[in-house]
């Protein structure tokens, strides 16, 4: 039988830098596109061809440092890559899940992307909330460790109003 506490389905455990990295994507492709797409839809996949650039780069640049620097056979090191790097891409399902639920419950598609870059601001702060428990830090350090994601998160906003 598995064992489910070990079970890490954001990736933070083992992946947690591409975890951020791509909720910070998504979040940047939701404030640049938001204003000029015309569907829900169009944004969703905006969205997911921005992750998978940034997801593809990054793969790249960790099989080719992993067969640098560690001398490891190409392939080898691209199995090491996709297993280190696929949070970047599955950070983009609960903004996109978002998007999608905010509109199919009525919601304009400039709320909708309105809702979907909250709740990804959110994300940020909730993952580095957890990673200030993970790192050990009491209460105060594990909020400021929050409120430095979600600052992040508002740096995003701040370019999304900033476009538009």
């Known amino acids: 039988m598995p064992d489910l506490r070990r079970r890490d389905l954001l990736g933070l455990r083992e992946g947690g830098e591409g975890t951020i990295t791509g909720t910070v994507v998504c979040a940047a492709a939701i404030a640049y596109a938001a204003g ?3 569907s829900s839809w169009e ?15 990054h793969l790249h640049a960790v099989t080719l440092g992993s067969a640098m620097t560690r001398g490891h056979h190409p392939l080898a090191a691209f199995r090491h890559a996709l297993g280190e790097t696929w949070p970047i891409a599955g950070a983009s399902v609960v ?10 419950l009525g919601a ?8 979907a870059l909250t709740a990804t601001v959110g994300l940020l702060g909730v993952y580095s909330y957890i990673a200030g428990v993970r790192g050990g830090l009491d209460t105060g350090g594990r909020i400021l460790s929050a409120l430095a994601g979600l600052a992040l998160g508002l740096l995003v906003v701040l370019l999304k109003v900033g476009l538009h």
Do not use: K, Q
């Open 95 to 104: 903004p996109l899940a978002v998007l999608l639920v905010a509109e199919l």
């Open 43 to 57: 944004l969703s996949g905006i969205i997911l061809g921005t992750v998978l650039v940034y997801w593809v780069a």
């Open 108 to 115: 304009e598609l400039r709320t909708a992307a309105w809702v």
């Open 36 to 38: 000029h797409v015309d």
